[in-house]
């Protein structure tokens, strides 16, 4: 059973900066893609960040080019994403995602993860 956990979240002025965390069980983590997505109140889910099985290879919207970094340890089945100099247009759930197909590309779209944990939730205060 392939189970994500998202933790990190938390109130911060605008600014400031978090680090999400997403520890997988279940799943060969080492071979497959990961992403984080986001989703505000009354908004769809947004695309954040992906990095590819190799670590190397990232992918980010304009919207968190410059500002978030996604990493991967592959021994630690963990993926993490630093967010730098938030903005209160920041504040939504974080979810971390899993493609099912091993070493695959990054994907923009939602529904083309397989895998989802609950979202942790990140508010940044003016």
């Known amino acids: 059973q392939v189970r994500l956990v998202e933790s990190g979240g938390g109130l911060v002025q605008a600014g400031g900066s978090l680090r999400l965390s997403c520890a997988a069980s279940?799943?060969?983590?080492?071979?497959?893609?990961m992403a984080w997505f986001r989703q505000a109140p009354g908004k769809e889910r947004e695309f954040v960040a992906s990095i590819r099985s190799n670590g190397v290879n990232t992918d980010y919207p304009d919207s968190a080019k410059g500002r978030f970094i996604i990493s991967r340890v592959n021994y630690k089945n963990t993926v993490y994403l630093q967010m730098n100099s938030l903005k209160p247009e920041d504040t939504a759930v974080y979810y971390c995602?899993?493609?099912?197909?091993?070493?695959?590309?990054?994907?923009?779209?939602?529904?083309?993860?397989?895998?989802w944990g609950p979202g942790t939730q990140v508010t940044v205060s003016s």
């Open positions: 995602a899993a493609e099912r197909t091993s070493y695959v590309p990054g994907s923009r779209t939602w529904s083309d993860y397989d895998y």
């Open positions: 279940g799943l060969t983590f080492s071979t497959k893609t």
